[in-house]
């Protein structure tokens, strides 16, 4: 039979797989399911006053009847994903599916996140209960960078002068590369220009007594 260190222990590890804050992950089950009592008994599970619960995460399985599942809870989910009710023998597998439900519908079908105070208070007391049971490790960091605060965005002055300096590089390569361009096609079209002009400049001059000579002598 698993312990609920043993069960701890997966969930803290487990909940990256799946995007899940591990804080948050084992703080919710911490005030569910996962106490001696619930672990421990016969049915893996739990009554309430609304029904029967099972495991860590309190699948509600819809009826006071423990082997009985009825449509509607998370119980019945996982039965109809897993072909199985929960048990103790699939205690991995409820939390899996849970993280997974965590990852894609939020923490809205777990009581204790409301009843805790929401969220950030749920985290923090899993926080809280992870270091207790010495949970370290990949865990731990998801959990660091998920409750560190973001960067402060750059004031707008700041922004203001970056992008004018950016305005400025971009204007200066700009006439930069039009310069260029223009000394090229000058450069090219030069040697054309002195091959026409070349033979004017430098044709010889005809006097006019060579000429009438040509013709008179």
Do not use: C
Request: no cysteine; proline share 6%; charged share 20%.
């Amino acid at each position: 039979m698993a312990s609920v260190e043993e069960i701890a222990d997966y969930i803290w590890r487990r909940s990256s797989n799946y995007g899940v804050n591990p804080s948050m992950a084992l703080g919710i089950a911490r005030y569910e399911g996962l106490n001696p009592n619930t672990i421990g008994s016969s049915t893996f599970g739990n009554r309430d006053a609304r029904g029967y619960s099972f495991g860590p995460f309190q699948l509600y399985s819809g009826s006071s009847d423990p082997t009985k599942i009825a449509p509607g809870g998370m119980a019945y989910e996982f039965q109809q994903k897993f072909g199985q009710a929960p048990s103790r023998d699939n205690w991995r597998q409820q939390v899996d599916f849970s993280l997974e439900t965590i990852a894609n519908r939020g923490t809205s079908p777990w009581h204790a996140v409301r009843d805790r105070g929401g969220v950030g208070r749920i985290t923090e007391l899993g926080a809280q209960y992870a270091k207790s049971l010495g949970l370290t490790g990949e865990g731990g960091m998801l959990a660091e960078s998920a409750e560190r605060p973001a960067a402060p965005a750059p004031a707008s002055s700041e922004a203001s002068s970056a992008k004018g300096e950016l305005d400025q590089y971009r204007e200066k390569q700009f006439f930069n590369n039009l310069i260029s361009s223009g000394l090229s096609m000058m450069a090219a079209q030069q040697p054309r220009q002195m091959q026409m002009l070349q033979p004017v400049m430098n044709r010889p001059r005809v006097r006019r007594e060579d000429f009438l000579g040509g013709l008179l002598g």
